[in-house]
């Protein structure tokens, strides 16, 4: 049985997931929720509702960081994780965890802000101060190598491609500006020219910039 990936286009979540198969040329069916996500019938299937959601055989998981983590044990070239020392190991998590902790929450906040008829301005300015507070706490907390925890693609580089995409198209959407510290943006700048890398985005963007204009259309309309 193929392995399936619930998903819908918009999500980073979803995106982050989709580099994860990529990167190890996983073959996989990718479906919608069945009557969207947070439907009775797609909580049949997975029983938090919430995408992504991964069916494998016997195994249902959702929570993107899970799946990202069984998949490589289950496919284990490339190795996301190829430090054995268990500081190593939690370094990875750690640099993983203040993504979905710490920096795409402050994104996802302004989600309800990008049409104009939504957006409250002050809103706007503490989320994008919060956005930016907290990457100068992870520029603080690392010297990319030049990917974020050395010289190979980890599990702590993932979930941050689809979020830093997502991140410079709604600063254009609210008349921000995405801007990361140095040692960030030269990261930023290698990591999305990674093949597989470059190819999720390259699918991944259409999807994010029709969102946003059918968010504007809202607001204009
Ligand atoms: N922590 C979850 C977050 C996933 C998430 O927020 N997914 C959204 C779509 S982008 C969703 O399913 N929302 C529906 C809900 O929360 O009920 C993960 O990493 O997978």
Redesign the pocket.
């Given at each position: 049985m193929p392995t399936t990936l619930y998903a819908?286009p918009v999500?980073?979540?979803c995106a982050t997931v989709r580099l994860v198969l990529r990167l190890k040329e996983v073959a996989y069916d990718e479906k919608p929720p069945p009557d969207g996500?947070?439907s009775a019938a797609y909580k049949a299937v997975v029983p938090t509702?919430?995408?992504?959601g991964l069916v494998d055989g016997d195994v249902v998981l959702?929570?993107?960081?899970v799946i990202v983590e069984y998949l490589d044990a289950r496919y284990p070239v490339p190795s996301l994780r190829p430090v054995r020392a268990p500081a190593e190991r939690a370094r990875l998590r750690w640099l993983a965890r203040l993504h979905?902790g710490r920096i795409e929450p402050p994104l996802r906040a302004l989600f309800g802000h990008v049409d104009p008829a939504g957006r409250d301005p002050a809103v706007v300015e503490a989320e994008w101060r919060r956005l930016e507070t907290r990457l100068a706490e992870l520029a603080a907390a690392v010297a990319p190598a030049p990917f974020l925890a050395g010289d190979r693609l980890t599990l702590a580089d993932v979930p941050y491609p689809a979020t830093l995409l997502l991140g410079e198209r709604m600063a254009a959407a609210l008349g921000r500006e995405l801007a990361l510290p140095p040692a960030l943006a030269a990261w930023w700048r290698h990591l999305r020219a990674q093949p597989p890398v470059a190819a999720m985005l390259a699918d991944y963007a259409p999807a994010v910039d029709a969102w946003l204009d059918a968010e504007r259309a809202e607001g204009g309309g």
């Open positions: 819908v999500s980073n979540f996500y947070g509702g919430t995408v992504p959702s929570e993107s960081s979905d």
